[in-house]
């Protein structure tokens, strides 16, 4: 199994442009998530989806737009690129343990962006 | 919404002294996870914790859970230049279909 992919690892883009980080999985989980990482900020939540044509916000969803019509892919696309979204980002999938309410992420290798 | 702080941001020890990072939950949680990421990586996830006061180890780590389930720490003894990394804790979010992160711990050690 490859696990959580990402593509591509690194990108740099200029204010305006548009483009769309691309997530696969084989792990056949139903939850999908897109982080952002920037420094002293942590992960910050953009985007998750529970299934299939199910997604919602997370705590920075502005500029960014998500779409899931597999259970493997969850592409997040960028609208317009602005500096303030270099960042790295982190695509993790996971599955649901309703015993224990766990729910273990999986992470990418992230994808490096740059907005100038 | 639910916030989870970590303290401290940043920690640099000698290989073998001791290293601690807390973590704080504005809500009680049904659970707590640790993950580990290493320089120029991606989170790792460590453990998960689950009851009222759990203690759990692995090798040099030891991870405690408090008893108001509001609260967690991850204590590792002796550090080794193999754990220079940022320790994230996470508390589950969104009815658990998601994780709220705390911003982390960089832990350094020289050699």
């Known amino acids: 199994n490859a696990g959580v992919t990402q593509t591509p690892k690194f990108q740099v883009l200029k204010t305006g442009q548009s483009m769309t980080l691309q997530c696969a999985q084989d792990m056949n989980h139903e939850y999908m998530s897109w982080y952002r990482q920037d420094p002293g900020m942590g992960l910050r939540l953009i985007h998750y989806?529970?299934?299939?044509?199910?997604?919602d916000q997370g705590e920075v969803p502005n500029g960014y737009n998500v779409s899931r019509s597999t259970t493997e892919d969850f592409p997040l696309r960028l609208l317009s690129a602005a500096p303030s979204q270099t960042s790295v980002y982190f695509c993790a999938s996971s599955s649901p343990r309703p015993r224990s309410g766990g729910n273990t992420q999986y992470f990418g290798p992230g994808t490096r962006l740059t907005v100038l | 919404g639910q916030q989870v702080m970590q303290i401290p941001q940043y920690q640099h020890v000698q290989e073998g002294e001791d290293f601690t990072t807390y973590c704080n939950s504005s809500?009680?949680?049904?659970?707590i996870q640790w993950y580990k990421q290493r320089p120029g990586g991606h989170p790792v996830f460590l453990i998960q914790?689950?009851?009222?006061?759990e203690v759990k180890k692995q090798k040099r780590l030891t991870f405690q859970f408090g008893e108001a389930k509001k609260n967690s720490s991850l204590h590792i003894t002796a550090t080794q230049t193999t754990d220079v990394g940022t320790y994230f804790c996470a508390g589950p979010s969104s009815g658990y279909s998601t994780l709220t992160f705390g911003k982390g711990t960089m832990l350094l050690v020289s050699p």
């Open positions: 809500t009680t949680l049904s659970n």
């Open positions: 914790l689950v009851k009222s006061g």
């Open positions: 989806s529970v299934g299939a044509g199910i997604t």
